[in-house]
C-alpha cells in the first residue's frame, strides 16, 4: 500500500504568461507550477502562498480553487493527491534566495509549457493549466469540514479528478 503525498500548486497567470519553476527533482530537470507539501496546522491556501514565496520569490494572493487531482505514477504507483489554487501575482523580490534545488522562475506561455510535456513534473501540471484557462473552478466547499487534510485524504482523493 502506497502513502497518498498531498501537495498543492499555484496556477498565476500575467499577461498571458504563467509562473513556473525550473527544477531538479528525482534527478530529473523539470518544469512545474510553483507548489509543494502542506505543513502541519497549515491551511492549504496557507500552503500555496507560502510555497510560491519559498520556490519563485513571488508574492501572491490564493484566489478560487482551480481543481483537486489524483495522479499515479505508472512505474511506482504511488499517489499524488493535488489541490491547485488560482494565485494573483503581486510581486516579487529578486534578493529573496529560492528553495534549494530550484533553478530558476519562469513566465511561460501555453504553446511554451506545451513544447516542455515531457520534462512536466507530472501530466497533473499541464491540466491544471488547461482547466485554469478553460475558466472551470471548484467549489471551496469541497475541502469545507477536512481539516486538517492528513487526517482526511481519503475523503479528498474520493472527490478528486483522477489525471
Known amino acids: 500500500m502506497h502513502v497518498t503525498d498531498l501537495t498543492v500548486a499555484a496556477v498565476v497567470e500575467r499577461e498571458g504568461r504563467f509562473l513556473f519553476v525550473e527544477e531538479y527533482a528525482s534527478g530529473r530537470h523539470i518544469f512545474s507550477q ?4 502542506i505543513e502541519a496546522d497549515e491551511s492549504p491556501e496557507q500552503a500555496v502562498i507560502r510555497e510560491t514565496r519559498e520556490e519563485t520569490a513571488c508574492d501572491i494572493a490564493c484566489e478560487e480553487l482551480v481543481g483537486v ?4 505514477h505508472p512505474q511506482t504507483r504511488q499517489q499524488f493527491l493535488r489541490i491547485t489554487y488560482a494565485g494573483r501575482f503581486l ?3 529578486e534578493e529573496r534566495e529560492l528553495d534549494e534545488g530550484i533553478i530558476g522562475r519562469h513566465w511561460l506561455t501555453l504553446e511554451e509549457i506545451v513544447e516542455r510535456q515531457t520534462r512536466l513534473r507530472s501530466p497533473a501540471v499541464l491540466r491544471c493549466v488547461h482547466d485554469y484557462v478553460s475558466g472551470s473552478r471548484q467549489s471551496d466547499e469541497l475541502l469545507t ?3 486538517p487534510l492528513q487526517h482526511n485524504v481519503d475523503r479528498v482523493i474520493a472527490k478528486a479528478d483522477l489525471v
Open 145 to 147: 469540514g477536512m481539516l
Open 34 to 37: 510553483p507548489g509543494g507539501h
Open 91 to 93: 510581486r516579487c523580490d
Open 69 to 72: 487531482y489524483l495522479w499515479i
